[in-house]
Every structure is written in C-alpha cells, then in structure tokens.
C-alpha cells in the first residue's frame, strides 16, 4: 500500500498543474515555503492543518476535496462499512495530535458511549460494532 503522504502529494501536484500554478506561487500565494510545497509533492511531509486549508483556498478547492478527493460531484452511492472505515482512517491520518484529542474526546463523549455502557465495556463494543439497519 502507497503511503498517504505521496497519495496527498500526487494529488496537490495534480491540482496545482490544473490551476497552472509553478510550485513558487502556490507557495507564495498559501503563504508557506517552496520546500514545504516540494516536499509535500513528493509524500515527504503532510502539510499541517492551515497549510492544508491555505493550499486547498490557493487552489479553489475544499480541503475534503483536495485531500481526500470529495467534492459536490461525488457519486454518493452507499459504501460499505469498510469503504467509510478507510475513509475515516484517510482523514485522521492528516490530524495533528491536538485534532486527533478532540476526536477521541467526541467519540468517547459520543451516545454510543452514553447511559449504560462505559467505553471499552463488551456492550459499547458491541454497539459500535454492530452493522446499521439503515
């Protein structure tokens, strides 16, 4: 499996190609260094969280568009549990550890967890686990 880094970075590339923009002025333009630019190009860093967001606005993009490649024209067909799994583990993946607190705080204080199971009990996993009806 590809690393996320150089998936990200294909995809940063690609778009700054499409919007006929040089390295040097996404750069400029998402108010970061041309290395950091280059380096993410090639999947040797993940741009932090307002480097994403400043690159995806350079670029005229959300940052689920660009980043996991989501936009409006999406197919919104059902995916399975395994397709969202993946999605969601793409998405953290880009989280700094700050972010991925508070995700872990949103999950845990989540209803799932609420009234009578306690995080980690057999019955939230359970729970959690359990296939959707709908």
């Keep these: 499996?590809?690393?996320?880094?150089?998936?990200?970075?294909?995809?940063?590339?690609?778009?700054?190609?499409?919007?006929?923009?040089?390295?040097?002025k996404l750069a400029k333009d998402a108010k970061t260094?041309?290395?950091?630019?280059?380096r993410l190009e090639k999947g040797h860093q993940f741009p932090n969280k307002n480097t994403r967001a400043d690159i995806a606005s350079v670029?005229?993009?959300s940052e689920a568009e660009l980043f996991l490649g989501l936009n409006d024209q999406t197919e919104l067909r059902p995916k399975t549990?395994?397709?969202?799994?993946?999605?969601?583990?793409v998405a953290l993946a880009a989280f700094d550890e700050s972010q991925l607190t508070d995700v872990a705080k949103f999950v845990s204080n989540h209803k799932l967890f609420a009234a009578d199971a306690a995080p980690g009990s057999d019955a939230?996993?359970?729970?959690?686990?359990?296939?959707?009806?709908g």
């Design 1 to 24: 499996m590809e690393k996320i880094e150089k998936l990200i970075g294909e995809k940063v590339k690609a778009a700054r190609l499409e919007a006929n923009l040089t390295q040097a």
């Design 33 to 38: 260094s041309l290395t950091t630019i280059n």
């Design 59 to 61: 670029l005229n993009m």
């Design 81 to 89: 549990r395994q397709e969202l799994i993946g999605d969601i583990v």
């Design 124 to 133: 939230t996993r359970r729970r959690i686990n359990k296939p959707s009806n």
